[in-house]
């Protein structure tokens, strides 16, 4: 997660059709069946691109820094999200598969373990309760792929029609794709790169783009998607130019938020991501949205 919210940007490309929600008919012998194969997946972990085969039941850990147990670093309400599922309660996880140089969310990444351990029960009573009722359910990181198998869990106590959002960065592999197909109704896919060099050095990562690509097209055969790009500092012609281009080609009718409100983080990072996003680099990026006639929402 880069804490940067949805309500402080956009730009005057071709507006998306208003998008709406309609909750997914979720079976919960399905749901049963797809927790037995989650969990089942941990004993040689491959939620993630990474593969790493480790065996969580057992206290092993892979790249990500997760055992079997997941904890959360914040449970709230959140209001400045896309329009249409918004309000949406949402819970973050603790624990993420990339290492972003400038992820605001590192110290709670690298330390999950440090954090509230997750009780999907106890979750969906407090959404239940909570007023006004939200238009959505949240599943946030760090990322939520490699909580897959509490992910599922949550969605299994959860109301039945209230509509479940999977917000990724989206380097999962095909066989968590399979265990989501049909529960999730909405995915909002956080698109960082143009270029596996910048993936690689940035965020630890192989085969970046094959992997994001596959996952969109995907996710937009299974239910609502909608992508986010935040952009770099000093990483417009690298990252954000290419990461547009890929969308414009492949997924022209997706809606898109081009977010310009980067934050800088406190620790010493790599380059030009020390500093903030410059006025000329922010039009520039929305320059290059409006001339590929990307669609928008809010």
């Not at 990562?205 to 770099?232: D, F, I, P």
Request: proline share 6%; charged share 20%.
């Amino acid at each position: 997660m880069t804490g940067q919210s949805v309500a402080d940007h956009g730009f005057a490309g071709r507006e998306a059709a208003p998008l709406t929600l309609r909750p997914t008919a979720r079976d919960r012998t399905l749901i049963a069946q797809r927790i037995a194969l989650a969990e089942d997946l941990l004993r040689q972990c491959c939620f993630c691109q990474h593969r790493c085969r480790v065996d969580r039941t057992r206290g092993e850990m892979g790249k990500c820094g997760c055992d079997a147990t997941s904890h959360a670093y914040s449970e709230e309400v959140l209001w400045g999200e896309e329009e249409f599922i918004t309000p949406s309660y949402a819970i973050f996880f603790a624990g993420c598969n990339l290492r972003c140089a400038f992820c605001s969310a590192s110290e709670s990444n690298l330390q999950p373990q440090n954090h509230t351990p997750i009780a999907a029960e106890a979750v969906a009573r407090r959404v239940r309760r909570c007023e006004p009722r939200p238009a959505s359910f949240s599943l946030i990181g760090g990322e939520p792929t490699v909580h897959l198998h509490t992910c599922l869990r949550l969605i299994a106590a959860l109301p039945p029609d209230l509509p479940v959002v999977w917000n990724s960065n989206f380097y999962f592999t095909h066989s968590a794709a399979q265990l989501l197909e049909g529960l999730v109704d909405v995915f909002i896919a956080d698109v960082h790169f143009g270029n596996d060099d910048c993936a690689r050095s940035l965020a630890g990562v192989e085969s970046y783009l094959e992997t994001l690509t596959r996952n969109l097209q995907w996710a937009n055969s299974a239910g609502t998607l909608v992508a986010r790009h935040l952009v770099l500092p000093g990483h417009l012609e690298c990252c954000t130019r290419p990461a547009l281009e890929l969308l414009a080609e492949e997924l022209p009718r997706v809606p898109i938020h081009i977010m310009t409100s980067y934050v800088p983080p406190t620790a010493p990072t790599i380059g030009e991501l020390g500093r903030e996003l410059d006025e000329q680099e922010a039009a520039r990026a929305f320059e290059i949205g409006q001339s590929l006639g990307l669609r928008t929402t809010e």
